[in-house]
């Protein structure tokens, strides 16, 4: 049996293997196919979805509309009396459903569990390679240049659901900038950036992403240019200045305090004053840092949000590491809040949280 494949994240398609699925041009099949495919958690009302699709017509009306559009549909996907006893549409005298089981394989399915998959996976060569598959899937908006003029009902259930899966698709691209970086693979990390700024222009944060990203890379010019256009755009826009934080950034390259090597942000320290004891050496505890720092990435994108606590080596050690942590944290986020205490049992006495 033919698999029919459909991808919504961008212009419309279906396929059936390789070959374009006949019978889907007409607007309302299409936009039936779409939300069917979309919303596949529940059964649907025929009322309910002749008032999604032709809100301005009759009862009578919409639904006459409807069993015409799904007969259309019915045909165009193989639903036939003679098809297999596995349909991909269930129909009954009342309701509509899709079922994503049943010999098709649909984008915006894929891209949800790929996200949740790389969710549940938290960090790592799986959980980048997720994300990877998951933004590769996401080739624009949702249903990009459809529009069903007639409906303002589906209108504004395909602006919100579209808004949603490019919110998804920008926390994915951060998350993966994010991993790119800690791992140094800073040209990875600048087309995962820069595709954020293309999808959303007036995202600061993407900016940051971008702008850091090719300084690291050792592209200082084209770091500070990106600060200008991000500047620009965001005047032209907006109205409004840059952020402290990009502000802080720009400096920091412009000084050179921004450096590609280091455990935590990579961003040097001034020298400071000499200490009237020795400091502490962190020996065998780079490993923790930088995954600290990658809980603490993984929590600005908005994905991961986790209380941390430190135990095993003894208090006094903790507590060095932990201070080391955040200071580093501070220099490149000084937006942060972070706070220590003490828990009642021995095991977890010291715990430390990290608040954008």
Same mark, same amino acid.
């Given at each position: 049996?033919?698999?029919?494949?459909?991808? *919504?994240?961008?212009?419309?398609?279906?396929?059936?293997?390789?070959? @374009? &699925?006949?019978?889907?041009?007409?607007?309302?099949?299409?936009?039936?196919?779409?939300?069917?495919? +979309?919303?596949?958690?529940?059964?649907?009302?025929?009322?309910?979805?002749?008032?999604?699709?032709?809100?301005?017509?009759?009862?009578?009306?919409?639904?006459?509309?409807?069993?015409?559009? *799904?007969?259309?549909?019915?045909?165009?996907?193989?639903?036939?009396?003679?098809?297999?006893?596995?349909?991909?549409?269930?129909?009954?005298?009342?309701?509509?459903?899709?079922?994503?089981? &049943?010999?098709?394989?649909?984008?915006?399915?894929?891209?949800?569990?790929?996200?949740? !998959?790389?969710?549940?996976? $938290?960090?790592?060569?799986?959980?980048?390679?997720?994300?990877?598959?998951? @933004?590769?899937?996401?080739?624009?908006?949702?249903? !990009?240049?459809?529009?069903?003029?007639?409906?303002?009902?589906?209108?504004?259930?395909?602006? #919100?659901?579209?808004?949603?899966?490019?919110?998804?698709?920008?926390?994915?691209?951060?998350?993966?900038?994010?991993?790119?970086? +800690?791992? $140094?693979?800073?040209?990875?990390?600048? &087309?995962?950036?820069?595709?954020?700024?293309?999808?959303?222009?007036?995202?600061?944060?993407?900016?940051?992403?971008?702008?850091?990203?090719?300084?690291?890379?050792?592209?200082?010019?084209?770091?500070?240019?990106? @600060?200008? +256009?991000?500047? #620009?755009?965001?005047?032209?826009?907006?109205?409004?200045?840059?952020?402290?934080?990009?502000?802080?950034?720009?400096?920091?390259?412009?000084?050179?305090?921004?450096?590609?090597? $280091?455990?935590?942000?990579?961003?040097?320290?001034?020298?400071?004053?000499?200490?009237?004891?020795?400091?502490? +050496?962190?020996? &065998?505890?780079?490993?923790?840092?930088?995954?600290?720092?990658?809980?603490?990435?993984?929590?600005?994108? $908005?994905?991961?949000?986790?209380?941390?606590?430190?135990?095993?080596?003894?208090?006094?050690?903790?507590?060095?590491?932990?201070?080391?942590?955040?200071?580093?944290?501070?220099?490149?986020?000084?937006?942060?809040?972070?706070?220590?205490?003490?828990?009642?049992?021995?095991?977890?006495?010291?715990?430390?949280?990290?608040?954008?």
């Amino acid at each position: 049996m033919a698999c029919l494949m459909l991808s *919504l994240l961008g212009p419309f398609q279906a396929r059936f293997d390789e070959q @374009v &699925a006949s019978g889907l041009q007409a607007d309302s099949v299409r936009s039936l196919l779409a939300y069917l495919a +979309i919303e596949t958690d529940r059964d649907h009302a025929r009322r309910n979805l002749a008032g999604l699709l032709w809100p301005e017509l009759p009862d009578h009306a919409a639904l006459s509309n409807l069993r015409y559009a *799904l007969s259309d549909l019915r045909r165009a996907v193989g639903d036939t009396p003679v098809s297999p006893a596995k349909p991909i549409l269930r129909v009954t005298r009342d309701t509509i459903r899709l079922d994503p089981d &049943a010999g098709c394989r649909i984008d915006v399915r894929q891209f949800e569990q790929l996200c949740d !998959e790389a969710r549940a996976l $938290g960090e790592g060569e799986a959980a980048c390679e997720a994300l990877e598959k998951a @933004v590769a899937l996401y080739r624009g908006p949702l249903l !990009e240049g459809f529009s069903l003029r007639d409906s303002a009902a589906f209108e504004d259930w395909l602006f #919100w659901t579209r808004e949603q899966y490019q919110r998804k698709a920008l926390c994915a691209l951060r998350r993966l900038v994010a991993m790119y970086e +800690i791992a $140094g693979r800073y040209e990875a990390a600048q &087309a995962a950036a820069r595709r954020q700024v293309q999808l959303e222009p007036l995202d600061e944060e993407a900016h940051r992403q971008l702008i850091r990203t090719l300084a690291l890379g050792g592209q200082r010019s084209a770091a500070l240019r990106q @600060v200008e +256009i991000c500047r #620009w755009t965001l005047a032209q826009e907006l109205g409004v200045e840059l952020m402290p934080e990009t502000v802080a950034l720009a400096e920091a390259i412009r000084t050179g305090a921004l450096q590609a090597r $280091g455990p935590f942000g990579h961003m040097r320290s001034p020298p400071p004053s000499p200490p009237a004891a020795a400091a502490p +050496i962190f020996v &065998a505890r780079d490993r923790e840092l930088v995954q600290l720092d990658n809980y603490l990435a993984e929590a600005l994108t $908005g994905l991961l949000g986790r209380g941390l606590h430190s135990r095993g080596r003894g208090q006094r050690q903790d507590e060095l590491l932990m201070g080391e942590f955040v200071r580093r944290a501070l220099t490149v986020h000084p937006d942060l809040a972070a706070a220590s205490g003490s828990y009642a049992r021995p095991a977890a006495r010291r715990s430390l949280f990290a608040l954008p």
